[in-house]
């Protein structure tokens, strides 16, 4: 299972914003996780990318 989130912004002060999104989609996704995902991510400025990964050995 995957989650991923991606966002293109014209404000570079937006990063607050982003930062907020990204933490309740954990917050929402959290109990679907079950702590088992990884969260890799970066931000550049005006454009995101985050992805949580449940790396199940059955699915790789």
């Known amino acids: 299972m995957e989650t991923v ?3 293109v912004s014209d404000r570079s002060d937006d ?3 982003a930062a907020a999104g990204l933490r ?3 917050a ?3 109990g679907l996780w079950r702590e ?3 969260h890799q991510g970066h931000d550049a400025e005006t454009v995101g990318l985050h992805v949580w ?4 050995r ?3």
């Open 5 to 7: 989130i991606a966002y």
């Open 15 to 17: 990063n607050q914003r």
């Open 24 to 26: 309740r989609v954990e």
């Open 28 to 30: 929402y996704y959290s």
């Open 36 to 38: 088992e995902a990884v």
């Open 53 to 56: 990964d449940r790396r199940e």
């Open 58 to 60: 059955d699915c790789l």
